[in-house]
């Protein structure tokens, strides 16, 4: 039972990236499941969040209008598109939900 991160990489400011976080062993829509990140030098933070059945989504207020989380039911996977991607969001970025611990995540890093 684990989620894994993929889809980081080097991107340019005002750039794209799609993040995907596939689960095996849960059904992902039975689970609300959260992006987060954590900076360089700094505390982890909560980026978005899709609950279960529904998929209501939330956004901290940093990426509210650039990012957006998702799921597909058939691939068992959430995503997170970040559009207009600016340095301050470069960090490792990180899927979970309440019963499973921190993954391993997928850098994401912003710089011309």
């Known amino acids: 039972v684990h989620l894994v991160e993929s889809g980081g990489g080097l991107v340019q400011p005002g750039g794209s990236l799609r993040l995907s976080c596939a689960a095996s062993?849960?059904?992902?829509?039975?689970?609300?499941i959260s992006w987060h990140r954590q900076a360089p030098g700094k505390e982890r933070e909560l980026v978005a969040t899709?609950?279960?059945?529904?998929?209501?989504?939330n956004y901290a207020d940093s990426v509210k209008g650039r990012f957006t989380i998702s799921r597909d039911n058939a691939k068992n996977t959430v995503y997170l598109q970040m559009n207009s991607l600016k340095p301050e969001d470069t960090a490792v970025y990180y899927c979970?939900?309440?019963?499973?611990?921190w993954g391993q995540g997928t850098q994401v890093t912003v710089s011309s």
């Open positions: 062993g849960f059904t992902v829509s039975s689970y609300d």
């Open positions: 899709i609950t279960r059945g529904g998929g209501r989504t």
């Open positions: 979970r939900t309440f019963f499973l611990g």
